[in-house]
T-cell receptor, first 108, second 113 residues
Framework: GQSLEQPSEVTAVEGAIVQINCTYQ??????LSWYQQHDGGAPTFLSY????GLEETGRFSSFLSRSDSYGYLLLQELQMKDSASYFC?????????FGTGTLLAVQP | NAGVTQTPKFQVLKTGQSMTLQCAQD?????MYWYRQDPGMGLRLIYY???????DKGEVPNGYNVSRLNKREFSLRLESAAPSQTSVYFC????????????FGPGTRLTVT
């Protein structure tokens, strides 16, 4: 089976950098995805890592270490609108298994 | 493009009633998914369909059935609703291999009393 662990809450100030970690255990691994969900809204795709290393998309970056079963999402130049829940998800055959999410609160 | 649409947006059922949640996508995606989201539990996969004509169980399939009506539409049926099925239900679709990039609908908020 699969299991994922991520912190339940993180707080940071506007303009800062925050890192959200994700560790996973899975019997079959294809990659690690990250999603953002604002309160009451639909999740939206942020990034995907299939190989080790860093993927950068604007202010957001995502990192994967397959040997450590570990990844993280890095958010730079935090803005108030980044306050949301962030989910990591491991890819299996044609499906994703999601973690329980990290609630990020950005303070002024 | 509308993306992924879901109906209804809200529903209240009494225990034992049945209902079908509808989902449609206009992105020509092969794969479609149904999730439920409960507070503090993240998104849990109920059923998915990797391609038209196929369906598979996810993490929490008990109490649900699905139909992949055609490439566009994937419905979720609750035959006899229970209070434990009170949740927010999301439908998603994916066009790429592996399903790692999924597009979600706005959700259906279901309350079973």
């Amino acid at each position: 089976g699969q299991s994922l662990e991520q912190p339940s809450e993180v707080t940071a100030v506007e303009g800062a950098i925050v890192q959200i970690n994700c560790t996973y255990q899975t019997s079959g691994f294809y990659g690690l995805s990250w999603y953002q969900q604002h309160d009451g809204g639909a999740p939206t795709f942020l990034s995907y890592n299939a190989l080790d290393g860093l993927e950068e998309t604007g202010r957001f970056s995502s990192f994967l270490s397959r040997s450590d079963s570990y990844g993280y999402l890095l958010l730079q130049e935090l803005q108030m609108k980044d306050s949301a829940s962030y989910f990591c998800a491991v890819g299996a055959t044609n499906k994703l298994i999601f973690g329980t999410g990290t609630l990020l609160a950005v303070q002024p | 493009n509308a993306g992924v649409t879901q109906t209804p947006k809200f529903q209240v059922l009494k225990t034992g009633q049945s209902m079908t949640l509808q989902c449609a996508q206009d992105m020509n995606h092969n794969s479609m998914y149904w999730y439920r989201q409960d507070p503090g539990m993240g998104l849990r996969l109920i059923y998915y369909s990797a391609s038209e004509g196929t369906t598979d169980k996810g993490e929490v399939p008990n109490g649900y059935n699905v139909s992949r009506l055609n490439k566009r539409e994937f419905s979720l049926r609750l035959e006899s609703a229970a209070p434990s099925q009170t949740s927010v239900y999301f439908c998603a679709s994916s066009g790429g291999a592996g399903g790692y990039e999924q597009y979600f609908g706005p959700g259906t908020r279901l309350t079973v009393t």
